[in-house]
T-cell receptor, first 113, second 109 residues
């Protein structure tokens, strides 16, 4: 039972390159999220998917797109990477339990040169 | 602008000392959560508080939710090096959470 997995763990891109961050969960949770974490700014929500087939913008969606491929998988795409997108990216999932716990993946550390 | 303000930003104490971390907002939350994050890992939930004035204890950690449900505190008694980490508070509605910037706690042996 792996929980939430993310690939890759590390990535270096040049400005203008594109890439997709992958996230999968094996907990059968309905809702999934993408956050970015920058020093001194906590976690900021990029996009979320309340349930399979739906996606919505979060606080900082510009420059990103998402796909909820199925209930398990939620990917984040950078079409044209910029240095401002250098960050650590976390995927999370929640199952609407009583305490609304979000389960996080281990993160992807992305550097854009 | 951060919806949830955490203070202090950094805290370094000696093993055995007590510490308190604060989380404040001008907004009312239906629930508030505390997470702990260790380097290279994702945050892990410590507790969820839902009732104004609620106090929850988790071993040496005591969590309090303000009466007006706008603020919360985390108190650690007799801190140990294993308590070192980034402590994040988070509040929100049905689907979305807003996170504070976090408090980095270092407990020196």
């Amino acid at each position: 039972n792996a929980g939430v997995t993310q690939t890759p763990k590390f990535q270096v891109l040049k400005t203008g390159q594109s890439m997709t961050l992958q996230c999968a969960q094996d907990m059968n949770h309905n809702s999934m999220y993408w956050y970015r974490q920058d020093p001194g700014m906590g976690l900021r929500l990029i996009y979320y998917s309340a349930s399979e087939g739906t996606t919505d913008k979060g606080e900082v969606p510009n420059g990103y797109n998402v796909s909820r491929l199925n209930k398990r998988e939620f990917s984040l795409r950078l079409e044209s990477a910029a240095p401002s997108q250098t960050s650590v990216y976390f995927c999370a999932a929640t199952g609407r339990t009583e305490d609304n716990e979000q389960f996080f993946g281990p993160g992807t550390r992305l550097t854009v040169l | 602008t951060q919806l949830l303000e955490q203070s202090p930003q950094f805290l370094s104490i000696q093993e055995g000392e007590n510490l308190t971390v604060y989380c404040n907002s001008s907004s009312v939350f239906s629930s508030l959560q505390w997470y702990r994050q260790e380097p290279g890992e994702g945050p892990v939930l410590l507790v969820t508080v839902v009732t104004g004035g609620e106090v929850k204890k988790l071993k040496r950690l005591t969590f309090q939710f303000g009466d007006a449900r706008k603020d919360s505190s985390l108190h650690i008694t007799a801190a140990q090096p294993g308590d070192t980490g980034l402590y994040l508070c988070a509040g929100g509605g049905d689907y979305k959470l807003s996170f504070g910037a976090g408090t980095t706690v270092t407990v020196r042996a």
